[in-house]
């Protein structure tokens, strides 16, 4: 049995876009599944499958993405003359929409690698789909019957031990054509903390549940309200965090840096979070302050990574996703400084109003989220503040308060301002409302993006006759005369003004233009 595994992850119309150079980590998780199962497989992305067509000769195609990938995934699918078909990632958070829009015959919901074994166990590794009777007995699934869809139990989130044992291949990052330059995701752990809950549109009964009851009580609210940010479905799929041993990041980290990655970015919903379940174990970790973060285990991991000969010569970069206000102590803030500094950090800021976000179920106030950007900067990262416009509950009042908190987070070192349109998504405390419209429909939300553009653009004016060290990643596809280049550590994609090919190559480039919101563009210094 041969595998085809599409990864189409932010490909949304399945277009090719400059700005893309991420390489998510969950098609490695499954490629890691199936190499212990010995089943063959190859990887595509899905704008080479489109543009390129799908190879013959295989027996089950797997395609991964989100909601928004939703028409790239259905494209795929509708090209495919093989076996049967399988969804999975975050667009599964619906399964029935992921199935009915991408006509795919099965979905993985939520964790994958167990449910996929299972299934292999049951008889896709034949490349055949099991039959109704057996996939009625797997839970985290959902599938088409002749009168429509069924779905099963959501699995019980893995145990942290459990977790820990898989590993995702490595020797599958060859198959993407940009590797060497992409930002390649490497998951250190799985779920979130924040289990408190959004008020706006549940009559919540305030019994103080899911903000002060023990760890184990915060889990569930009588109500049923989903736990986290209301515009999140991240604690409702991953449940608590799990974080992986020290040892099994560096040793992937090790193993990819090999085959030729440079860029690294140990992903996790919270980078802070890291080993905090270890303090409370076998409670689950439902709280997003206390205890503090685990500085031992986070700093323990960092300096390994930090000791690989690449990462110490710095030719080889890594970096953290994103991380909680709540726990951003000075001591978290410095030991983060100690190995990250010149890296972004993003932190969720999404609205500047106390109240609203109170009632929008957040960790962390957006006090405490300024207070957390000062203490960042100050340890030397890059802050990169993120805003969501069009959320349940926004008015004027809270616009013209999220616009100050934009100014505010400049003030305070923030170097980059990220907008986001919200969307409602299924399993979270908001699937309810409607997603937003585009800020340009919306007289309040274009207030936000102009507030954000604003910042944006003054960050770039202060980078020009700068240098910064990037890596090529390939010709500029609107102009020949260009290279498209992806800074090492932080910054916006360089257009590089050369004829030389220097695919895949570390670069010194100085600044000298701004090209749009998103690049600018630079003429290479020094060569590495
Ligand atoms: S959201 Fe649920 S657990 Fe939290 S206070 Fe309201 S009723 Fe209680
Ligand atoms: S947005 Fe972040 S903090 Fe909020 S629930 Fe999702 S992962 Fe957790």
């Not at 789909?129 to 959501?154: C, D, H, M, S």
């Not at 416009?389 to 070192?413: C, D, K, Y």
Request: hydrophobic share 35%; charged share 25%.
């Amino acid at each position: 049995m041969k595998a085809l595994i599409v990864d189409a992850l932010a490909s949304e119309k399945g277009e090719r876009k400059a700005t893309r150079d991420a390489i998510g980590a969950g098609t490695r998780s499954v490629a890691g599944v199936l190499e212990s199962r010995r089943v063959d497989y190859t990887v595509l992305d899905a704008e080479s499958a489109l543009g390129e067509g799908l190879p013959q000769g295989y027996d089950l195609l797997l395609v991964s993405g989100m909601t928004q990938d939703i028409p790239a995934m259905r494209r795929v699918i509708s090209m495919w003359k093989g076996g049967p078909t399988i969804v999975g990632g975050p667009v599964t958070s619906d399964p029935e929409q992921a199935l009915r829009r991408t006509g795919s015959d099965l979905a993985v919901v939520g964790e994958g690698e167990e449910t996929l074994i299972e299934l292999l166990q049951a008889g896709l590794n034949d490349g055949v789909l099991p039959g109704v009777e057996a996939l009625r007995g797997i839970r985290g699934i959902a599938f088409k019957t002749e009168t429509g869809y069924e779905a099963t139990q959501l699995r019980r989130s893995m145990p942290r031990a459990v977790y820990d044992q898989f590993k995702p291949s490595t020797s599958a990052i060859g198959y993407y054509s940009l590797f060497r330059s992409a930002r390649v995701y490497v998951e250190v752990r799985r779920g979130c903390s924040n289990d408190h809950r959004a008020s706006l549109g549940h009559s919540c009964e305030s019994c103080g549940i899911c903000k002060g009851g023990s760890l184990g009580e915060r889990y569930d609210c009588p109500l049923g309200i989903p736990p986290g940010c209301g515009y999140c479905s991240v604690p409702s799929l991953y449940g608590p965090p799990k974080s992986r041993s020290a040892q099994h990041v560096r040793d992937e980290i090790a193993a990819l840096l090999k085959e030729g990655v440079t860029r690294v970015v140990l992903s996790a919903p919270c980078f802070l979070d890291y080993g905090r379940d270890l303090l409370v174990e076998p409670e689950p970790l439902t709280d997003p302050r206390s205890p503090e973060p685990n500085y031992g285990e986070i700093e323990g991991l960092l300096s390994s990574l930090a000791s690989l000969p690449r990462m110490a010569s710095g030719t080889a970069s890594f970096m953290i996703e994103n991380i909680k206000a709540s726990l951003v102590t000075e001591k978290a803030a410095k030991v983060l400084g100690r190995y990250l500094g010149g890296t972004p950090v993003s932190i969720g800021f999404e609205t500047g109003s106390e109240a609203h976000s109170e009632q929008l179920g957040r960790p962390s106030t957006p006090r405490e989220t300024l207070t957390a950007i000062r203490r960042l900067k100050r340890a030397g990262l890059k802050p990169y503040v993120y805003f969501i416009h069009g959320l349940p509950g926004q008015n004027e009042s809270t616009v013209n308060e999220t616009v100050r908190a934009i100014e505010s987070s400049v003030e305070e070192g923030a170097e980059r301002v990220i907008l986001y349109r919200f969307q409602s998504l299924p399993m979270s405390a908001f699937s309810g409302h409607p997603s937003a419209p585009p800020t340009i429909r919306d007289p309040l939300s274009r207030r936000i993006h102009e507030a954000a553009a604003r910042a944006n653009m003054r960050a770039k004016e202060d980078m020009l006759r700068g240098v910064i060290r990037v890596v090529v990643a390939e010709r500029y596809d609107r102009d020949r005369r260009l290279l498209v280049a992806y800074p090492l550590r932080h910054g916006p994609v360089v257009l590089v003004e050369s004829a030389e090919p220097l695919e895949g190559k570390v670069l010194d480039v100085e600044i000298t233009g701004i090209a749009s919101e998103r690049m600018v563009t630079g003429r290479p210094v020094a060569m590495f």
